[in-house]
């Protein structure tokens, strides 16, 4: 099958776990909880997405018609930027857009022959292959959560409806509360049927600021959770 992919950069993973690791983010074009139009938002399943999915226009990005062309377009994306390769081995992260609508086990067979560790950013809705190294589960409001495993849970917080109890009991190493960046998002209109952003105790989160005090706020009572920043964001890289 071809591959619609939004861009390919090498940049160092801003979130979770393997915050400050050197990777190559491949960012499929597509999500299933959103058309990606901001025209849309308002009635999508996921409504505070702070990515542009839409397209293959971005930086490296494209059509591949394989998974072997994809995967050497990966690997001379990190030969392009790792300067002193030895003793790391190559690290890859499929994101989007929801990258689990396009990534399947050929493609991460063809990154793993090349050497690549490989890593995924999903919103649970849909299965993860076999060939993963490593899961990222990010639950959103209104969609089933059909991925229920993995490596990390990083919920984006608050968000309406979602407390973080409902998946302190699934099976994953880490649990991450990651505050709401609203900064890019349009100011919700009166009519809007968009759900405010509530915390638990039915706070109204208006910025990233007051997002971030909910999630400490949050961590500090619920020390299983871990407050997840997103560090690029903070520091200017992709
Ligand atoms: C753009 S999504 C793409 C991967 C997948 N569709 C998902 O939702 O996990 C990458 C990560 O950014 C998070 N994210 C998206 N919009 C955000 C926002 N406005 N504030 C904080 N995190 C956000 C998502 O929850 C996810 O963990
Ligand atoms: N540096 C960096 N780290 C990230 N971690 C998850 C991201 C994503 O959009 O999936 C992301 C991203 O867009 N940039
Ligand atoms: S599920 Fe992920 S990519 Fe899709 S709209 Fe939500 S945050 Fe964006
Ligand atoms: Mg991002």
């Known amino acids: 099958m071809a591959y619609a992919v939004k861009e390919v950069f090498y940049t160092l993973q801003g979130e979770g776990a393997q915050t400050g690791r050197a990777a190559v983010f491949c960012r499929f074009a597509g999500c299933n909880l959103w058309s990606g139009r901001e025209s849309d938002r308002g ?33 001379s994306c990190w030969q392009a930027g790792c300067t002193q390769p030895e003793g790391a081995r190559p690290y890859v992260v499929f994101t989007g857009g929801e990258p689990l609508l396009q990534l399947d086990s050929p493609l991460l ?17 849909l299965p993860a ?3 993963l190294d490593w899961i990222c589960v990010s639950p959103k409001t209104d ?3 059909v991925q229920s495993r993995g490596d990390e849970l990083k919920l984006v ?5 979602l407390r973080p109890e ?9 649990f991450w509360l990651q505050p709401l960046d609203g900064s890019a998002l349009p100011e919700p209109q009166p009519a809007s049927s968009q759900a405010p952003p509530l915390d638990h105790d039915g ?4 910025s990233r600021a007051d997002a971030t005090a909910q999630a400490v706020r949050y961590c500090q009572a619920h020390p299983r959770w871990r407050l997840s920043l997103q560090t690029h964001k903070l520091i200017g890289i992709p």
């Open 43 to 75: 009635r999508a399943e996921c409504t505070f997405c702070d990515t542009d999915f839409i397209g293959t226009n971005g930086e490296g990005g494209g059509k591949f018609p394989t998974p072997e062309a994809l995967a050497r377009h990966i690997l």
């Open 109 to 125: 067979q063809a990154v793993r022959a090349l050497g690549f560790e490989t890593a995924v950013e999903t919103n649970g809705t």
């Open 129 to 131: 292959p076999p060939e």
């Open 143 to 145: 969609a089933p959560l």
């Open 157 to 161: 917080y608050p968000q309406a409806h």
């Open 166 to 174: 409902m998946f302190a009991g699934l099976d994953f190493r880490h």
């Open 203 to 206: 706070h109204l989160a208006s």
